[in-house]
């Protein structure tokens, strides 16, 4: 059994996905703050990725680390710098001084935001940032290209759509991944011997996903959720949001209109 550390252990993503890797791996769980379910026997190493010397504590005798600290949505930009630019960069290091064979790095479908939803995108497309925070997952996915094809680290990014039960409107039917969708996806990333550095998408098998996951597909990756199930309560659910043009454009959405003011039309490819 592998030890795992995994930070954003108290966040909404790293709450679901430690209590369904707990019997798979001997699970470190990191965070600023304690998770307010932590059972005694949980390990527990309290770590602002900021603070190098606690990082490295953390780090000390873990063979993998699945990255999921930082911050999770658009922020300002000091935020965003300390928390996921220095933040990761940190993570990176660390693992590398602790020889860490692996990391499983959580970056995020906001990375590409900015493609219409009219284009199917593989991993191959230049990174299109929505946001500072897509932007940052962009940075981190070439901090871990560094540290890979440098120093062996095997990584594996994945980029997450929406991480929840169900659907909550229309673009998450085509971005949705079932919690269960992406513990194998993780797993992929903490076992499969030929990985070396790969992007997936994160995604169950939802019929009108924006995104080509052949990379993740190669590795076995099996998605058991399935966005359109939920069909007729996200539909619903959209049709009480407010319109909003520029977010129903682009596969990034409201990331994408937020402090939108570019003139003219959006891009068509
Ligand atoms: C993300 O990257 C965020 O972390 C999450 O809160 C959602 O907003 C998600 O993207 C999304 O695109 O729906």
Not at 77 to 82: A, G
Not at 124 to 133: A, E, G, L, N, S
Request: with cysteine; charged share 25%; net charge neutral.
């Amino acid at each position: 059994m592998q030890t795992v550390l995994m930070t954003g252990a108290a966040g909404d993503v790293g709450t679901r996905l430690r209590r369904l890797l707990k019997d798979t791996y001997r699970l470190r769980l990191s965070d600023l703050k304690r998770p307010a379910d932590l059972a005694p026997d949980d390990d527990f190493v309290q770590a602002d990725l900021a603070d190098t010397v606690a990082l490295n504590k953390a780090v000390a005798g873990v063979e993998g680390i699945v990255h999921l600290g930082g911050f999770g949505v658009e922020g300002p930009w000091p935020t965003i710098l300390q928390a996921n630019i220095v933040g990761c960069y940190n993570l990176f290091e660390a693992a590398y001084r602790n020889r860490v064979k692996r990391v499983v790095f959580a970056s995020s479908n906001h990375a590409v935001g900015f493609y219409p939803r009219s284009r199917r995108i593989g991993v191959d497309v230049p990174v299109r940032p929505d946001t500072r925070y897509g932007m940052s997952k962009a940075f981190g996915e070439a901090v871990a290209a560094l540290y890979a094809f440098k120093h062996g680290l095997r990584v594996t990014c994945i980029r997450i759509g929406n991480v929840t039960d169900q659907p909550a409107d229309r673009r998450r039917l085509s971005i949705w991944l079932a919690p269960q969708d992406l513990a194998q996806l993780v797993r992929i990333g903490l076992e499969h011997p030929d990985i070396r550095y790969e992007i997936f998408f994160g995604a169950s098998d939802n019929v009108r996903c924006f995104w080509d996951n052949a990379a993740a597909f190669r590795y076995g990756y099996r998605p058991q959720g399935r966005a359109e199930d939920f069909r007729d309560a996200a539909l619903a659910a959209q049709a009480k949001l407010p319109s909003d043009p520029i977010a129903e454009w682009y596969q990034g959405g409201p990331f994408c209109s937020e402090e939108y003011d570019a003139e003219g039309e959006p891009s068509v490819v």
